[in-house]
């Protein structure tokens, strides 16, 4: 067993953007959607995200139609564009190395993120995470996504309770940890970094930056 544990939010906090909403503005680029209709939608989602009154079952089953009107090889060919276009030029060297810096020092890492894993999953394997935790797209016959979420979203409060899943799967609780390390820039994570012994607002949302200041937490910006 370690004796700490890291959990990394993904989006704004080891990434400069939104993952999730680049996703969006990429499929618009590729043509699989009204671009207008789907970015007003789109944009009207992430700022209730933002807002923390998110409706996390009706954005899935607004994200993932476009992948449910697709095959499979080609939704993944076109997150390997995605990827190569979008998420790898603007993956940053610090936030590579406050990764790697957890993983040798022997911590348990993981990234817990409020976005899904067809989008998130490469994404942790370029930043060498290998735990994720994030929304589980349900998968009907054959692997296809159906629009619904398996099991309890990790977001907001949600995220605690993954967390706390995934270390019961591996026999361990929150309390084996002598540290724990909470990286995140959004006030919608306050729960999990509430569980932290050492919570980090990274690239912090205003709003969190004030809870943060006012509660002595460190505050890191990867990106200035």
Request: glycine share 6%; aromatic share 10%; hydrophobic share 40%.
């Amino acid at each position: 067993m370690t004796k700490n544990l890291c959990l990394f939010d993904l989006d704004d906090t080891l990434l400069p953007f939104d993952s999730d909403h680049a996703w969006g503005e990429f499929i618009v680029r590729l043509g699989w959607v009204d671009g207008a209709e789907f970015r007003r939608r789109n944009d009207e989602f992430f700022e209730h995200y933002k807002a923390g009154t998110l409706d996390i079952a009706s954005y899935i089953a607004f994200a993932t139609e476009p992948l449910r009107a697709r095959a499979a090889a080609e939704a993944d060919a076109a997150h390997e564009r995605f990827m190569r276009e979008v998420i790898v030029p603007t993956l940053s060297e610090r936030a590579r190395s406050l990764v790697r810096e957890h993983q040798q020092r022997g911590d348990a890492v993981a990234l817990v993120t409020a976005t899904n894993d067809f989008v998130t999953a490469p994404i942790a394997q370029a930043f060498g995470i290998e735990h994720l935790i994030a929304v589980r797209l349900e998968r009907g016959p054959g692997g296809t996504i159906t629009g619904r979420i398996d099991g309890v979203p990790s977001y907001r409060e949600g995220k605690v309770t993954r967390v706390q899943e995934w270390l019961a799967d591996r026999g361990a609780s929150w309390r084996d940890f002598e540290r724990i390390s909470v990286y995140s820039d959004s006030l919608n994570d306050l729960p999990l970094l509430e569980r932290a012994t050492d919570p980090v607002a990274t690239n912090p949302s205003p709003a969190l930056e004030a809870v943060a200041r006012e509660r002595g937490w460190r505050i890191l910006n990867l990106f200035t």
